[in-house]
Structures are given as C-alpha cells and as structure tokens.
C-alpha cells in the first residue's frame, strides 16, 4: 500500500492556505480607496463646483490642525501659577492683577495666575478676596467658551473646597471671578472654574443680582481703559452656616470694589449686595470704598498715591460710572425695558 505525502500540520487535503485577516483588510482597504477616487475623478470632471468645494474643505481642515495645534500647546505649556508669601514676592509675578495693590495679606494663601489673583481662606474654603485687571479687549473677546469643567485647586496647600461639598446644599457655585470675565485665554477660563474660586451662593442670588452686577461690571469695562475689580465674600459676626465636609462657609453678604484709575476722571466705588434674593436698582447697593474696607477689614489700592488713594475711595458716584456707557446704549437697554 503506496503512502502518500505527508500533509501540513492543521491543513486538509486538497485545500488551501488561508489568507491572513491583516492581508484581506489591506485588500479591502485597497479597493475601497481605488472606488472612491474613480467616483471623486468623475465627479471632478462632471461638476466643476466640485473642485472648489474640495478646495474649501481641505484649507478648512488645515486650519483646524492648525488651530488644534495651538491649543494643545496652550494646554500643555500653561502661563504659571505665582504663590505670594510677602510684598517682596510680587516681583516674582508678570501678571497684572495685583499692580494697584494685595487687599489683604491676613489669609492662608495668596495665588496669582493668568486671570485673577485670590486670598484663600482655609477657615472658609474660599477666597477673602479675588481680584484683576478687567480691559475692553479681555471683554469683547470670545476666544473661550464656559468650560464648566469644575474642580479642585492644587495650588492651595491643604486642599481647596470640592465639588462634593456643595452636593445636594441647593447652593449654587457662585464665581468671584466670573467665567465670562476670562473669556479672553483658555487657561484663564479653565482655571476659572477651580472650587477655590467658588463661593455656596443662593440660586436666586447668583442667577439674580450677582449676575446682574457682573454684566454691569463688564460693560463698565468695555467703555474704560481697563479697570480693576475685587470681590469676595462677607461673613458677619456669629455663627456661619457650612455645607459639605470641608465646612464651607455661607457668606452673610458680598462685595464687590471697582477702580477706574486709567481715565482722565479717575473713580472708584464699592458695592455690598446682601446675600438673599434681591429686586431694588443695584445703584441702591453702591457704597463707597471706604465704606467695604471697614466692613472687610480690607486694605484695597494700597499702592496709589497715598492721596489719591483718600481721595478715590471716600467718595461714591454711581451716575459718574452710568455715564461711562454711551447714549445709544443705554436707550437701547431702557427699550429693552419697556417691552418687557
């Protein structure tokens, strides 16, 4: 009995080798790229309009790569963040945020970043003050969207506030520095939303009167040579509400500083907004610098002429700022009004 030749192990009779799953995806890939420029050729050919279509589409995705490109790099080679132990420290800092002045050094740390500086208090879980230089450029720029994306801060040494301590409060995360006022630079939008800038605000408050000033605010601005902006918190005397484990501190009122002092009419003015939800003009809140320095406790524009410095935060004109704004914005804003 002949014997036939010894068969590859795993392979029949009369069969063939099987073809890789890598070999027969290369293939499929092939023919698949072939069909598609056969049908873009035709095309091409057919329908003039085509080319340019394609034309348009390839410079846009270009500059897509490119855009993408620079906010990578943004991403990965953030502006960086500046620890302030003392006045000689603020040499360390390119920012502007503190050039008028530190309202106050009695706080367990003072950071200064892209687009604010703030005074953290570790009592609290939130800052005794934020503050920075707010120009009509930084205003009108759109080039960041609200990133929502909030967070704890790691620059604060023993661990800012977090998001589960205002879990289930029914208070709102309510900014110092506003998100919209940073809407000029993605890192400064981004870090915009550290729970160190947080503060527990009633819902009807933050979405109510503390927005309505800060739109007031940025429309001051866009009508300035820049002007300076502090706002924090204030706790009167007794007992504070806290919410969350880290025990954050419920505010009894807030405040908010403004300083013109690049225009030819320099001025300054405080506003104390009671924190509860509020229906009077916000004019009824203005008060003078004086006046939130002595509630505060707070030192504000320490590095001004001395007399100037007087001279700015004793008086209170709300009219002088209203004036800032032009005409037609402001009958604008009256019709608006009226229809409602």
Known sequence: MTKGKPQP??????????????SRYLRNTIVYLLAFYGAHSIVAQIVPAYNNFVRTQLSRTVQGISSGAENVEKTFSPLPTVTIKSPGDLKKSAYDNLK???PGFDCDVIIDRAGYALGYS????????????LTPEEVKSKKAKRSGDFRSDPAIPYGSAELADYKGSHYDRGHL??????????????ESFYMSNMSPQLPEFNRGAWKDLEEKVREF???????????????????????????????????????????????????ILPHRELTRPLQ????TVD?????TQLNFFDQLDPDDEKKLERHCDYQAWERMIPQKKLNKRKSKRSKK
């Open 221 to 271: 601005a866009a009508n300035s040579n820049g002007i300076y902006v502090v706002s924090g918190p204030i706790f009167d005397s007794g007992k504070t509400i806290t919410i969350g484990a880290n025990k954050v501190g419920v505010p009894d009122k807030y405040y908010k500083v403004l300083l013109d002092v690049n225009s030819l009419s320099p001025k300054a003015i405080g506003f």
């Open 177 to 190: 520095a506003p998100a919209a006022d940073m809407s000029f630079s993605l890192q400064a939008m981004s």
């Open 284 to 287: 009824d809140y203005a008060v």
């Open 9 to 22: 192990r795993g392979s029949k009779k009369g069969s063939s080798v099987p073809t890789p799953a890598w």
């Open 100 to 102: 008028v002045g530190v």
């Open 122 to 133: 570790e009592k609290y879980e939130q800052p005794l003050w934020v503050t920075y230089l």
């Open 291 to 295: 006046a939130v320095e002595q509630i």
